[in-house]
C-alpha cells in the first residue's frame, strides 16, 4: 500500500497537469506529447479573440507575449519530460511504469523500481517544476491583461474562469480513475 502511495505521489503531479482535450471536444495531444502540456492562459484568450473582440495590435502583443512563455518555459518542460517514467504503465504510455510484480501478478521485479526515497525526490522535483510553469503562466496572463480594456477584461477572467473549471474537473476526474486503479490493483486506496 505504501509504495502504490508513494508512486501515486510520484504520478500525481504530471497528471493533475495532463489535460485530456477530449473533455473540452478538441483534438488529443500528438503522440508523444507530454502530459503536462496545455494550453496557457494567452493561448485561451487568443483561442476567444473573436468574442474579446481583439484588435490586431493585441494579438499581435499576446502572440509576443505566449512566444516569450513557451521559450522561458521549453527548459523547464524539457525537465519534466526527463522526469516521467519511460516505460507504459497502469495509466498508460509515460505513466508510471510497468506495474511491479508483487500487484497484478506481473510486471517489473521488485528490485528494479526507484526506491521511496528517490520516488520521493522526483515529487518534490516535479512539483517545483510545475509550480514555476504555473507562475509563468500566470505572469504571461497579466502581461497580456494589461493589453486589454475593461470590457475586454471581464471577458477575459470569464473565458479564463471556465476552462480553469473544467481543467479542475479533469483533474478531479483522473484522480478518481487513479484511485479505482489503485485500490483494483491489489494494493492501496487513498
Known amino acids: 500500500m505504501r509504495r502504490h502511495l508513494v508512486t501515486l505521489c510520484v504520478l500525481f503531479p504530471l497528471i493533475t497537469l495532463a489535460q485530456s482535450q477530449g473533455a473540452a471536444g478538441q483534438q488529443p495531444p500528438p503522440p508523444g506529447h507530454p502530459p503536462f502540456a496545455q494550453k496557457t492562459w494567452v493561448q485561451v484568450l487568443l ?23 513557451a521559450e522561458k518555459n521549453a527548459p523547464v518542460k524539457s525537465a519534466l519530460e526527463q522526469l516521467r517514467p519511460q516505460h507504459p504503465g497502469p495509466m498508460g504510455p509515460g505513466m508510471g511504469g510497468p506495474m511491479p510484480q508483487d500487484a497484478k501478478g506481473g510486471g517489473e521485479p521488485a528490485a528494479n523500481r526507484p526506491s521511496e526515497q528517490e520516488m520521493r525526490a522526483h515529487f518534490e522535483q516535479a512539483r517545483g517544476l510545475m509550480d514555476q510553469l504555473k507562475a509563468n503562466d500566470d505572469a504571461a496572463y497579466n502581461e497580456a491583461e494589461a493589453l486589454l480594456n475593461d470590457a475586454q477584461k471581464k471577458t477575459a477572467h470569464q473565458l479564463v474562469s471556465a476552462e480553469a473549471e473544467v481543467r479542475e474537473k ?4 483522473m484522480h478518481q480513475r487513479m484511485r479505482e486503479h489503485m485500490g483494483n490493483g491489489g494494493g492501496g486506496s487513498l
Open 47 to 69: 483561442e476567444h479573440r473573436q468574442e474579446l473582440a481583439l484588435t490586431d495590435a493585441q494579438v499581435a502583443g499576446m502572440e509576443r507575449i505566449d512566444k516569450a512563455l
Open 170 to 173: 479533469r483533474r478531479q476526474e
